[in-house]
Structure formats: structure tokens, C-alpha cells
């Protein structure tokens, strides 16, 4: 996106990491099971594709562990992409 010079806000939530406010309103509307990184341990030990947490309990979690948050997450608007994907950026930008 940054060789078609498209601007963007980026943010390295690692360091940053979402307030609750920001999660909500991220996650608000879609599924929060999509916004978890399958590739993390913590999803993996507690079995989350066979037994996703409720939101609040995913909320929780992504809040003290930032890496089960899928990344990079793409919103304009109200459309939301989860994890990259160059030919979704490409329809959504």
C-alpha cells in the first residue's frame, strides 16, 4: 500500500496496545472469533477453534495478550479486513 501511495495511520499496537474503548469498537459488529490470531499459543492451548471464548472473555484476553489479535486489521469506513490479504486491500482501497 505504501508503493501505490495510499496513506495510512498505522499503528504497532505491541506498543501501543488498544484501550478497552478501542477494542470494543473495533471488534463491534463482527464475529470477535475473527479477530483472533490462530497462530498464537494462547489460542492454541485453550483449544479456540473448537471452543471460541464468548466476546467478552476474547476481549479480555486480546487485551492482556496482544498478539491474539489478527493483524493487520484494515478498516475504512465501517468495512473491516482481518489479516493480510492483497487482493481484499486492493477491493477495499
Known amino acids: 500500500m505504501q508503493a501505490k501511495k495510499i496513506p495510512l495511520e498505522e499503528r504497532e499496537y505491541g506498543k501501543s496496545p488498544f484501550s478497552e474503548k478501542e477494542l470494543r469498537d473495533l471488534v463491534a459488529g463482527v464475529e470477535v472469533e475473527n479477530f483472533l490470531n490462530s497462530r498464537n499459543a494462547l489460542y492454541r492451548e ?12 476474547a476481549i479480555k484476553l486480546i487485551l492482556r495478550e496482544p498478539n491474539l489479535l489478527k493483524r493487520p486489521i484494515i478498516v ?15 477491493k477495499l482501497l
Open 46 to 57: 485453550r483449544n479456540m477453534k473448537q471452543k471460541p471464548p464468548s466476546r467478552e472473555e
Open 76 to 90: 475504512k469506513g465501517h468495512q473491516k479486513i482481518l489479516g493480510f490479504s492483497e487482493a481484499e486491500a486492493a
